[in-house]
């Protein structure tokens, strides 16, 4: 017997929530960042429902606030949200059995935490999926508008003391675990963090776009040579 819609729906908000946790601390950081970057309050929010991806928000109005011209934090917003294209490759296959309206929504909410969410939890019945990705997906969509709203509120008066800039790297450590349900992801991961850590310096985040290519091409290498 298959499981009624609602229950798909209510199971995927579900799944969602404790995903979610980690990345409230990272709204404030964005509430800091938009702060002071000098951007009004409504404007820095506004780029949570047209971008609707956190670590590219963060870029982008970092960079802004330190004074890059317009093109070089666009640009490097732009690096930073590469991985995404990584994700849609991947799930290409189960995007093909789907309408064409899911595949425009679909990817307006394919983010970290959702792409996580559905690789560990691999549904083949093409309804199924499309109700459990879109619940999971608009679950974080909702909690993100509220917590960005909350963070340019209160996130400036937040003591420095307190340590929120702490919050991406944290929130990146419990997607990667929650991912790494195999050997081979978890090696994956940790080649990546080298990668990453080994080209830092590169201009405008280049160096997590090169981490991503080279681990993708290390991890290919590696299943071939193990076929």
Do not use: C
Not at 59 to 66: D, I, K, N, P, S
């Amino acid at each position: 017997m298959s499981p009624s819609p609602s229950s798909i729906i209510v199971r995927g908000s579900i799944d969602a929530l404790p995903l979610f946790i980690p990345a409230i601390p990272f709204a404030f950081v964005f509430g800091v960042v938009v702060a002071n970057a000098g951007i009004p309050g409504w404007l820095g929010w506004s780029s949570s429902p047209i971008i609707f991806g956190g670590a590219i928000q963060v870029t982008l109005f970092t960079l802004l606030g330190e004074g890059a011209s317009v093109a070089a934090a666009v640009s490097a917003a732009l690096i930073v949200g590469a991985r995404h294209l990584f994700y849609s490759l991947t799930l290409a296959p189960r995007f093909q059995d789907q309408p064409d309206w899911f595949r425009w929504i679909g990817s307006y909410v394919l983010i970290d935490q959702v792409f996580v969410l559905i690789q560990t939890k691999p549904i083949d019945e093409p309804a199924i999926f499309r109700r459990y990705f879109l619940a999971t997906g608009f679950t974080f969509w909702a909690l993100w508008m509220v917590f960005t709203a909350l963070g340019i509120l209160l996130g400036p008066a937040i003591p420095e003391s307190w340590g929120v800039e702490f919050a991406a790297p944290v929130l990146f450590v419990s997607l990667m675990m929650a991912a790494s349900d195999r050997r081979d992801k978890l090696i994956a991961a940790v080649i990546a963090m080298g990668i990453t850590l080994a080209f830092s310096q590169l201009p405008h985040r280049a160096g997590i776009l090169v981490a991503v290519a080279l681990t993708v091409g290390i991890m290919l290498l590696m299943h071939r040579r193990q076929s």
